[in-house]
């Protein structure tokens, strides 16, 4: 296997934890249907849009690429794609009002006048791994099976209650009290409402660490290919402040140097993964003026993409 580049997040073995050290609320209108989806949006910007990403096809490097191990090898084989897929005309469908997710005022101060930093969080192999069906093999060593009502096509049994067994990361609820501490929180991921509301109030059943949801109906989807969470939906936040954690680089492909990517989680149970986040977010990420510039100088991606695109 190819040794991990030390400057990724799999090598931050210098870094001594923080917890030791280290002894208002946003919510979001998570009913609102304010769709991103490519399919659901008529209007002539959207048909600019589909017409120019049907001339964008690739085969998606698969998540499960994204390994200790192989993360260099991960970010190399997804770059190319990614300058593909920022070519595409994302800003005149952003001047849609429509589509952009803005915070009650009615209930709570702009995120604009925070002193603190958002922090969104992907859900599966970032904090879980999920498994549909469940698995006899592995019924007694999930963490939990969480049955919910959903909507979704994809399920099997639409209309009816389903089961999905989960493994959750280690050290997921020391990560997310400590750091509730420090950042807004909130989850933005490519997974259904149904599904993903249910893994959400399993993390947390006190509703006081996530602020808003955020869900695969305000991703962007190209041709069925990949889900990319563009941040400017969310209106009026500072990106210079704002951190994306996703094991998917596909997932903020347009702001690059505002993600942190993490290797990919299927239940390993030795994974200290979200540890080593966790001494990135407080040690230098915590104190940045700008986040961007951090993760640039930490990961590269965006240097990398460039140089790709050259």
């Given at each position: 296997?190819?040794?991990t580049?030390p400057?990724?997040?799999?090598r931050?073995?210098?870094?001594k934890?923080l917890?030791?050290?280290?002894?208002?609320?946003?919510?979001?209108?998570?009913?609102?249907?304010?769709?991103?989806?490519?399919?659901?949006?008529k209007s002539?910007?959207?048909a600019?849009?589909?017409?120019?990403s049907?001339?964008?096809?690739?085969?998606?490097?698969?998540?499960?690429?994204?390994?200790?191990?192989?993360y260099?090898?991960?970010?190399?084989?997804?770059?190319?794609?990614?300058?593909?897929?920022?070519?595409?005309?994302?800003?005149k469908?952003?001047?849609?009002?429509?589509?952009?997710?803005?915070?009650?005022?009615?209930?709570?101060?702009?995120?604009?006048?925070?002193n603190?930093k958002?922090?969104?969080?992907?859900?599966?192999?970032?904090?879980?791994?999920?498994?549909?069906?469940?698995?006899e093999?592995?019924?007694?060593?999930?963490?939990?099976i969480?049955?919910f009502k959903?909507?979704?096509p994809?399920?099997?049994?639409?209309?009816?209650?389903?089961?999905?067994?989960?493994?959750?990361?280690?050290?997921?609820q020391?990560?997310?009290s400590?750091?509730?501490?420090?950042?807004?929180i909130?989850i933005?991921?490519?997974?259904?409402?149904?599904?993903?509301?249910?893994?959400?109030?399993y993390?947390?059943p006190?509703?006081?660490?996530?602020?808003?949801?955020?869900?695969?109906?305000?991703?962007?989807?190209?041709n069925?290919?990949?889900?990319?969470?563009?941040l400017?939906?969310?209106?009026?936040?500072?990106?210079?402040?704002?951190?994306?954690?996703?094991?998917?680089?596909y997932?903020?492909s347009?702001q690059?140097?505002?993600?942190?990517?993490?290797?990919?989680?299927?239940g390993?149970?030795?994974?200290?993964?979200?540890?080593?986040?966790?001494?990135y977010l407080?040690?230098?990420i915590?104190?940045?003026?700008?986040?961007?510039k951090?993760?640039?100088?930490?990961?590269?991606f965006?240097?990398?993409?460039k140089?790709?695109?050259?």
């Open positions: 296997m190819k040794e580049n400057k990724t997040l799999i931050i073995d210098n870094l934890s917890y030791s050290n280290i002894k208002d609320d946003f919510f979001l209108e998570n009913n609102k249907n304010i769709s991103f989806a490519i399919n659901s949006i002539p910007a959207l600019e849009f589909e017409k120019e049907t001339n964008i096809f690739f085969i998606p490097v698969s998540c499960q690429e994204n390994y200790s191990g192989n260099d090898n991960y970010i190399q084989s997804t770059l190319s794609h990614i300058c593909s897929l920022r070519a595409l005309p994302y800003e469908i952003l001047e849609n009002e429509n589509l952009h997710m803005n915070y009650p005022s009615d209930d709570i101060k702009n995120i604009s006048n925070s603190k958002l922090l969104l969080l992907d859900l599966d192999e970032t904090l879980i791994h999920s498994e549909y069906p469940i698995s093999n592995n019924i007694n060593k999930y963490d939990s969480l049955r959903n909507n979704n994809d399920f099997e049994d639409n209309n009816e209650y389903c089961e999905v067994g989960i493994f959750i990361r280690n050290g997921v020391k990560f997310l400590l750091l509730n501490n420090y950042f807004n909130g933005f991921t490519a997974s259904e409402k149904d599904y993903a509301d249910a893994i959400i109030s993390l947390d006190n509703k006081n660490i996530f602020k808003f949801c955020l869900y695969r109906y305000n991703c962007i989807n190209v069925n290919l990949v889900c990319i969470k563009d400017r939906i969310i209106k009026n936040i500072d990106l210079k402040k704002t951190v994306l954690i996703d094991n998917n680089i997932s903020f347009l690059l140097n505002n993600g942190i990517l993490i290797n990919s989680y299927y390993e149970k030795n994974d200290n993964e979200l540890n080593n986040v966790l001494c407080l040690q230098f915590l104190p940045a003026d700008d986040v961007r951090v993760n640039d100088n930490f990961f590269g965006e240097k990398l993409c140089k790709i695109n050259e």
